[in-house]
């Protein structure tokens, strides 16, 4: 488990032992040391105080990348312990991570002048980090093309989106894509303003006439919103 709660922790220790399998919590073993913040500038992980892998980087960014690394490396320990890994091959493969697995959507710039930066985060823990990390980006206007899946209730994740963006509200070309109008008048009603446009594409072209140079557009809500840009 990368994360966990006080108030579900039990539930999945108690899952756990119905099942005769076994937890582990892995920001209690593991430290990922990034004096900068940024993976991408180097970082050492520690496992229970020791150091477990040595000087590397990772070509991926993100606000969320140091919480995942702590995730992967436990999950890398505990399959150390039944595979020998070299640990040396791992961080020489971590700074070509991007590149060698086609990483894609996480925190991907895709123009500049203005900025366009896409995450596929969907969820509200995802999105909450997500747009709390946008507002500090320097920007003097901010335009978010959004859509959404169908099938979730999206009160509480509008409720994360900031009232003083520019929305542009567009529906993915897939079955489960959320009415761009529906969602406009769901966003509408809590104080968030923009026009619904008739697909992904139309919606980030509307939002570029819009931007100047020293504006940011963010795309996201949905994977399948962010796969329709790249």
């Not at 104080?191 to 006439?209: D, E, I, N, P, T």
């Given at each position: 488990m990368g994360e966990y709660q006080a108030e579900t922790l039990?539930?999945?220790?108690q899952t756990a032992l119905e099942t005769g399998s076994k937890v582990y919590l892995?920001?209690?073993?593991?430290?990922?040391l990034c004096p900068s913040g940024h993976?991408?500038?180097g970082f050492t992980v520690h496992l229970d105080d020791k150091?477990?892998?040595?000087q590397t980087s990772l070509d991926v960014r993100g606000p969320?990348?140091?919480?995942?690394?702590?995730?992967?490396?436990?999950?890398?320990?505990l399959i150390s312990t039944q595979f020998p890994l070299k640990m040396e091959a791992i961080a020489e493969f971590l700074p070509s991570f991007s590149a060698a697995t086609n990483y894609m959507g996480r925190w991907q710039?895709?123009?500049?002048?203005?900025?366009?930066?896409?995450?596929?985060?969907?969820?509200e823990g995802g999105l909450k980090v997500v747009i709390k990390t946008i507002l500090e980006i320097p920007h003097q206007k901010l335009h978010i093309v959004a859509g959404f899946v169908n099938d979730?209730?999206?009160t509480d994740i509008l409720n994360i989106f900031p009232k003083e963006a520019q929305y542009y509200f567009a529906k993915a070309r897939i079955p489960r894509g959320l009415d761009a109008k529906s969602l406009l008048a769901n966003a509408t009603a809590i104080?968030?303003?923009?026009?619904?446009?008739?697909?992904?594409?139309?919606?980030?072209?509307?939002?570029?006439?819009s931007a100047s140079a020293e504006d940011l557009i963010f795309v996201g809500g949905s994977i399948f919103v962010v796969a329709e840009v790249l």
């Open positions: 039990p539930v999945f220790q892995a920001p209690d073993h593991v430290q990922v993976p991408d500038e150091l477990w892998l040595p969320y990348q140091l919480k995942n690394l702590t995730t992967a490396c436990m999950a890398l320990h710039i895709l123009a500049k002048n203005p900025m366009i930066l896409c995450d596929s985060a969907h969820n979730k209730d999206i104080g968030l303003h923009g026009k619904a446009y008739s697909s992904v594409k139309h919606a980030l072209r509307a939002a570029q006439k």
